[in-house]
């Protein structure tokens, strides 16, 4: 069968519907433009999907005038000159390397090297080959602790490369505070 993509509005918020070969229902709201989308299997009835979005219409409320926001927020930020944005990497590089130093006797890890980039889905990355460790420049703009999170988060990496249960294990080991600061920083938005 083929998709079929239709919309309906709840509370004058659109909502785009697409029936696909599927086995549940989701619900995604777009951080880049606020749009609300649903992808349901094709036997799934219409009133159906409309009740699971009308029960759900608060909380989309919420997260979309939430984003709608941050996109206005990103659109008003003057853009920093080359000098400015060198300027910064090279703050954020000075902090970063602080806390690697801080972190790898504790959690027994050594970074091969640091880079700060500008990221757009991602707060940091690590090469779990080489141990080098990538730091989104966003993480500037945010608390100290968010920037500490994420830097043991990337050195967890080197102890175990996916997220299972013993990656997380090693996060509650290393910094308990893990679930409330990576709440955080899931409902904000990479810049």
């Given at each position: 069968?083929?998709?079929?993509?239709?919309?309906?509005?709840?509370?004058?918020?659109?909502?785009?519907?697409?029936?696909?070969?599927?086995?549940?229902?989701?619900?995604?709201?777009?951080?880049?433009?606020?749009?609300?989308?649903?992808?349901?299997?094709?036997?799934?009835?219409?009133?159906?999907?409309?009740?699971?979005?009308?029960?759900?219409?608060?909380?989309?409320?919420?997260?979309?005038?939430?984003?709608?926001?941050?996109?206005?927020?990103?659109?008003?930020?003057?853009?920093?000159?080359?000098?400015?944005?060198?300027?910064?990497?090279?703050?954020?590089?000075?902090?970063?390397?602080?806390?690697?130093?801080?972190?790898?006797?504790?959690?027994g890890v050594k970074a091969s090297g640091v880079?700060?980039?500008?990221?757009?889905?991602?707060?940091?990355?690590?090469?779990?080959?080489?141990?080098?460790?990538?730091?989104?420049?966003?993480?500037?703009?945010?608390?100290?602790?968010?920037?500490?999170?994420?830097?043991?988060?990337?050195?967890?990496?080197?102890?175990?490369?996916?997220?299972?249960?013993?990656f997380w294990g090693y996060m509650t080991q290393?910094?308990?505070?893990w679930k409330r600061v990576r709440k955080y920083?899931?409902?904000?938005?990479?810049?």
């Amino acid at each position: 069968m083929r998709e079929k993509t239709y919309s309906f509005t709840i509370e004058e918020i659109p909502i785009i519907v697409t029936k696909k070969r599927m086995k549940n229902m989701y619900l995604r709201i777009s951080k880049e433009d606020g749009s609300v989308r649903i992808s349901a299997p094709h036997q799934m009835s219409d009133e159906r999907i409309y009740r699971f979005a009308k029960e759900r219409i608060d909380w989309i409320r919420v997260y979309r005038e939430k984003y709608l926001r941050a996109k206005e927020g990103r659109r008003e930020v003057r853009q920093l000159s080359e000098a400015e944005l060198k300027q910064q990497k090279l703050l954020l590089k000075r902090d970063v390397e602080k806390l690697i130093a801080k972190w790898e006797p504790v959690m027994g890890v050594k970074a091969s090297g640091v880079t700060i980039r500008q990221m757009k889905t991602r707060w940091g990355s690590c090469n779990v080959r080489t141990h080098h460790i990538n730091i989104n420049l966003a993480l500037a703009k945010k608390p100290p602790e968010c920037l500490e999170y994420v830097v043991v988060h990337e050195l967890t990496h080197i102890l175990e490369p996916g997220h299972n249960a013993v990656f997380w294990g090693y996060m509650t080991q290393f910094y308990p505070n893990w679930k409330r600061v990576r709440k955080y920083l899931n409902d904000e938005v990479p810049e």
